[in-house]
């Protein structure tokens, strides 16, 4: 499950010196996708802070690997321009038996929850640049809103390009 996660916020390159603009939070309310080939990285930022992201590389071989549950979190404008958004997520492991019976089975189950902290440079209307993510790390007991609870995992900079979704009518064409 860490190669999965590593793999959503990798690799560590330095971030670009590129145009900015001010994270304003009437203008970055919306829908925007992130194309690693051959995943699409979704991620919603909408009214009242509420920011959600998921992938297409969660399905992914599930039973061998384990994969995460959606990441569900929230957003704010700093005071710097940049964009600050949180995230919290379920990790879900290969397990061999049903902890309940000891039966032999072939399937996942919850491993540990994990909080992944993303900033953004807003460089325009309709893109956002992550140049910096951080990852903590839950056990089953642990309580994933606490910050400094969790074990600090790594801290990466970024420079990966977000770019809104927009509708088109030109989809609808032949």
């Known amino acids: 499950m860490f190669a999965l996660f590593v793999f959503l916020i990798s690799p560590i390159v330095v971030a670009k010196e590129g145009v900015k603009t001010v994270c304003k939070a009437d203008e970055v309310v919306g829908s925007y996708v992130n194309f690693e080939e051959p995943y699409l990285f979704q991620l919603t930022?909408?009214?009242?802070?509420i920011?959600?992201?998921?992938?297409t590389l969660f399905p992914d071989f599930m039973i061998t690997f384990g994969t995460q549950s959606p990441f569900i979190g929230s957003w704010e404008?700093?005071?710097d321009g940049t964009l600050l958004v949180t995230f919290?997520?379920?990790?879900?492991?290969?397990?061999?038996?049903?902890p309940y019976t000891g039966a032999p089975i072939s399937d996942i189950s919850l491993a540990s929850h994990d909080r992944?902290?993303?900033?953004?440079?807003?460089?325009?209307?309709?893109?956002?640049?992550?140049?910096?993510?951080?990852?903590?790390?839950?056990?089953l007991?642990?309580?994933p809103t606490d910050a400094g609870d969790g074990s600090?995992?790594?801290e990466n900079a970024e420079d990966l390009l977000y770019k809104r979704l927009i509708p088109s009518n030109a989809d609808l064409l032949p």
Do not use: P, W
Request: aromatic residues 12%.
């Open 45 to 49: 930022l909408g009214t009242g802070s």
């Open 51 to 55: 920011a959600n992201l998921y992938t």
């Open 77 to 79: 404008c700093r005071k």
């Open 88 to 98: 919290l997520m379920g990790n879900y492991a290969h397990a061999d038996s049903n």
């Open 116 to 139: 992944a902290t993303y900033l953004f440079n807003v460089e325009s209307i309709d893109s956002l640049r992550l140049i910096q993510s951080a990852l903590r790390r839950y056990s």
């Open 141 to 143: 007991t642990q309580d």
């Open 152 to 154: 600090f995992l790594f």
